[in-house]
């Protein structure tokens, strides 16, 4: 009995031991799996959450430990160009080439794509039902696209249409060959899709106030930037299109986005390129916010970054001013950029300049807050704010013309950074409307070629010191200039 016992005992303890050994070879598989597994999920939420180029696109590593300026070497090359309406004359030197130059270079140069996003397509007499001469540009434009859509890869992203003559001209390029996706804006947002560019073979782009419009040509005051041989930055507004184009097919917005759609470039880590043998940080911003994926500015973001990094001025010319939910029922005050303004006038002694459109579709009520903004100034408090009314003459036979002969910009000067965009400046534009900017400062450049800051303050100094242009005064009526 003592034996069995006793090897009863051992057996006992033999058992036990094994135990201890599995348990503890199962609680080290359990912790090494643990380590693994989170490993293996903190990889995949920074790659999620960090902006990466893609290996495939020019331009620098993607690998990055703190956020910094990246640069790129490609020979960027930026040109402004304008539409100045016809009958429309300068006393001054000041002059730009055309966007319909502009727009035909593009397309001379593409061999193997070409991206557009737009608001609408109205580009002949028959979609306006016209018989205007001018028109002859945009239907030279219109021409040029649908041969080109059966060559090589085009791309069309556009709000949706709201009326049937706006479908003919993308009928057409969509029987070409072309390739359109309609966003339905209104749906998504409430707003509409705005953003007016082109990109050309990943390395040339096109962003400005023009819409795909004959009268942009030839009847609208327009101000836009070509930028050629600029893989860089071409990737990073492809990838604004690429949202566009996501938008077209899901109808619904993401988030967050895809790591695809980030961007390393905004207004803290702008892209380092040489913009005409010239040192620049330029960064693409877009709106609404609900659009921006990781590492995007949005571009309310981007206007009032830009409007505080001002030291002694800033020039504005843009059709709408209204610090108002322009389009919002029931009605909705906003302030943002108003009160920025303000401030910097304030606080800083900034120079504020506003150069407000003034047509036949201008609303009475902004008026007012033009008039609000008009009165913040005193020489003797140092406090100057001024606004200025820009008016498009037009003789009977332009008059006929529909929703044309109006200044239509959409630009920033300061002493430091040239903005150009493709929104009007009320709270829709940038809390529900697709829109997008282009940002550009060349304040530590050491060339001597002219900034595009000094190019851009020239055309506003132009236009302010017209004989198109008058000062806005509390007497002031609508009727009397527009």
Request: glycine share 2%; charged share 20%.
């Amino acid at each position: 009995m003592d034996i069995a016992y006793k090897q009863l005992v051992e057996d006992e303890e033999r058992r036990r031991e094994d135990n201890r050994k599995v348990q503890l070879y199962s609680r080290t598989v359990i912790a090494l799996i643990t380590v693994v597994t989170v490993l293996l999920v903190s990889v995949a939420f920074y790659n999620l959450l960090t902006p990466r180029v893609s290996s495939s696109q020019p331009g620098p590593s993607s690998s990055f430990s703190l956020p910094q300026a990246e640069s790129c070497s490609d020979p960027c090359t930026i040109v402004l160009v304008e539409s100045i309406p016809e009958g429309l004359e300068f006393n001054s030197s000041t002059t730009h080439p055309s966007i319909f130059q502009a727009w035909l270079n593009l397309m001379a140069e593409a061999r193997s794509s070409l991206d557009i996003a737009s608001f609408y397509w109205t580009l002949t007499n028959k979609d306006t039902e016209t018989h205007e001469p001018t028109a002859y540009q945009g239907e030279t434009v219109l021409k040029e696209l649908a041969e080109l859509s059966g060559k090589l890869s085009v791309r069309i992203a556009v709000n949706k249409p709201q009326m049937s003559s706006q479908k003919n001209d993308l009928k057409l390029l969509n029987d070409s060959g072309a390739d359109i996706r309609v966003v339905n804006m209104k749906e998504l947002t409430s707003g509409v899709l705005h953003t007016k560019f082109w990109v050309v073979d990943k390395k040339h782009i096109y962003i400005g106030s023009a819409n795909m419009d004959w009268r942009s040509l030839t009847q609208v005051k327009e101000l836009g930037a070509v930028i050629y041989n600029c893989s860089c930055l071409a990737a990073d507004l492809g990838k604004i299109f690429e949202a566009y184009w996501f938008l077209g097919e899901s109808q619904s917005i993401p988030s967050p986005w895809p790591a695809t759609f980030s961007t390393l470039y905004n207004k803290d880590t702008p892209l380092q390129l040489p913009l005409n043998n010239t040192r620049s940080n330029v960064y693409l911003s877009s709106s609404p916010p609900s659009f921006c994926a990781a590492g995007r500015t949005p571009d309310l973001q981007s206007v009032l970054s830009v409007m505080d990094d001002a030291e002694s001025f800033i020039y504005i010319a843009v059709m709408n001013y209204l610090p108002t939910m322009e389009f919002s029922h029931p009605k909705r005050y906003w302030a943002d950029i108003d009160t920025q303004l303000r401030r910097v006038a304030y606080e800083k002694r900034i120079k504020v300049r506003l150069l407000i459109s003034c047509w036949a579709s201008t609303q009475p009520v902004m008026f007012p807050f033009l008039k609000s903004l008009a009165s913040v100034y005193d020489p003797e408090s140092k406090l100057d704010i001024q606004v200025r009314l820009f008016v498009v003459p037009a003789n009977p036979r332009q008059k006929k013309i529909p929703y044309a002969r109006v200044n239509h910009n959409k630009y920033m000067v300061t002493d430091k950074v040239a903005y150009i965009g493709t929104s009007n400046w009320s709270g829709d534009y940038f809390v529900n409307t697709a829109g997008s900017a282009l940002v550009v400062n060349q304040t530590d450049s050491q060339s001597l070629e002219p900034t595009v800051q000094s190019q851009l303050k020239a055309v506003f100094d132009r236009d302010w010191s017209s004989a198109y242009s008058t000062p806005l005064t509390q007497h002031s009526d609508l009727k009397d200039f527009c």
